[in-house]
């Protein structure tokens, strides 16, 4: 699919960063999870780059997708929609 770092930043509870963590999954996309909540200097520095304290946040490539955006995200790790070859 593509050869860009990819990390995602969740919590241990969050329901959202669940949702991000099961379209990578589906998308047999490799990334890296980092749980903030365990590791609060990574939190810091983290709202210190996004200047957002919620989760997730993914990195792509050193691109930031805050929440769950799969169009986003999609468009980042380079994967068409089905939409897009429909032509009219």
């Given at each position: 699919m593509n050869d860009k770092k990819i990390t995602l930043y969740s919590t241990t509870t969050c329901p959202v960063c669940a949702m991000v963590r099961d379209l990578l999954t589906g998308l047999s996309v490799e990334y890296e999870e980092i749980y903030v909540d365990l590791r609060p200097i990574?939190?810091?520095?983290?709202?210190k780059q996004t200047r957002r304290l919620s989760v997730p946040q993914l990195n792509v490539g050193g691109e930031w997708v805050s929440g769950f955006d799969p169009i986003r995200t999609?468009?980042?790790?380079?994967?068409r929609s089905t939409n897009d070859s429909i032509s009219e």
């Open positions: 990574t939190r810091m520095k983290l709202v999609l468009e980042l790790l380079g994967v």
